[in-house]
């Protein structure tokens, strides 16, 4: 019963972090959220967000940020979360 409450905990807290502009622990959160529960489109548009603010908080690696977070995203979804 507790464990369903992770995926949710996980999305709440990267709310949070996105609320004080913490674009990496926030993605990192909604990334988490999105392994356990990947049809969470609440999440997804948490993820999505703090990708966003991190590709366009720089401008010389935005690019680089979002390709490695879209890689993290891939590695965490096929269970390689080791390959980071």
């Known amino acids: 019963r507790n464990a369903s409450l992770v995926p949710t905990l996980l999305s709440n807290r990267s709310q949070a972090y996105a ?17 356990i529960r990947p049809a969470n489109k609440k999440t997804w548009s948490r993820y999505n967000k703090a990708l966003d603010m991190l590709s366009n908080g720089t401008r010389n690696n935005g690019a680089e940020k979002r390709d490695s ?9 096929v269970g390689k979360p080791r390959d980071l």
């Open 19 to 35: 609320m004080v502009e913490d674009w990496e622990n926030s993605l990192a959160d909604a990334a988490a959220s999105l392994t």
């Open 69 to 77: 977070a879209g890689l993290i995203l891939r590695r965490v979804l």
